[in-house]
Nanobody
């Protein structure tokens, strides 16, 4: 089992920046990919970005060029630097990790609110 705790959300004006962090504990040696999802009110949860154990990154087109994902394997941490924030980035952001099992098991954080005002 892997437990995830997010931090760093809050309220910011459009054009501003926020940095989300997520710390994993428990069976951290089993972690493969780490990433972020978000869910806006009335919408389905959507994938935002992820980073592999080797450091390869991938981003949703809506955030590419504005968000940067990074991880520190020694600290079992994944971060999401969000710049040039837009009101449409407002959502609850969830940390996600997948392990090496097949099929991979998904673990989720409790979610953290990000609100971007216009």
């Amino acid at each position: 089992q892997v437990q995830l705790v997010e931090s760093g959300g809050g309220l910011v004006q459009a054009g501003g920046s926020l940095r989300l962090s997520c710390v994993a504990s428990g069976s951290t040696l089993s972690i493969n990919t780490m990433g972020w999802y978000r869910q806006a009110p009335g919408k389905q949860r959507e994938w935002v970005a992820d980073i592999s154990s080797g450091g390869s990154t991938d981003y949703a087109s809506s955030v590419k060029g504005r968000f940067t994902i990074s991880r520190d394997n020694a600290k079992n941490t994944v971060c999401l630097q969000m710049n040039s924030l837009k009101p449409e980035d407002t959502a609850v952001y969830y940390c996600n990790v997948r392990d090496w099992a097949w099929p991979p098991r998904n673990y989720w954080g409790q979610g953290i609110q990000v609100t971007v005002s216009s």
